[in-house]
């Protein structure tokens, strides 16, 4: 099962989800976190959903930084309630990015608006 432990990310994602955090909590930004680490295993079986499996397609990829401990979701709360619709992790996204994580709700080609990842310098 995957983990929701901000501990099982790497030390620098640690890092950077304290400050993601702390200005969450200063912005009153409701939120819990879905998913940190999960294994290469679960990963296949995500991928597999809406393939091989039942269900609706949830992932695009095999190589997800969920498995490099690199990376973790959220759910944004609003009016008490779990909310998935895009525009309610917009300032998510804002602040994510001010503190230097990768946002998926930026990314051009799918979307992953509750996906915040470690920016890798190339």
Not at 78 to 95: E, H, R, S
Request: glycine share 6%; charged share 25%; proline share 2%.
């Amino acid at each position: 099962m995957s983990s929701r432990d901000i501990k099982d990310l790497i030390p620098e994602m640690q890092f950077l989800y304290a400050l993601f955090h702390d200005e969450m909590e200063k912005q009153r930004q409701e939120y819990v976190v879905t998913c940190t680490y999960r294994s290469q295993d679960e990963q296949q079986a995500l991928y597999n959903q809406g393939r091989t499996t039942e269900g609706q397609i949830v992932t695009w990829t095999l190589h997800s930084k969920h498995c490099e401990r690199k990376a973790f979701d959220i759910a944004m709360i609003k009016n008490g309630k779990t909310t998935w619709n895009p525009a309610d992790y917009l300032q998510a996204g804002v602040i994510g990015q001010k503190v230097g994580l990768e946002w998926g709700g930026s990314w051009k080609k799918s979307k992953d608006y509750p996906h915040f990842q470690y920016k890798e310098m190339v």
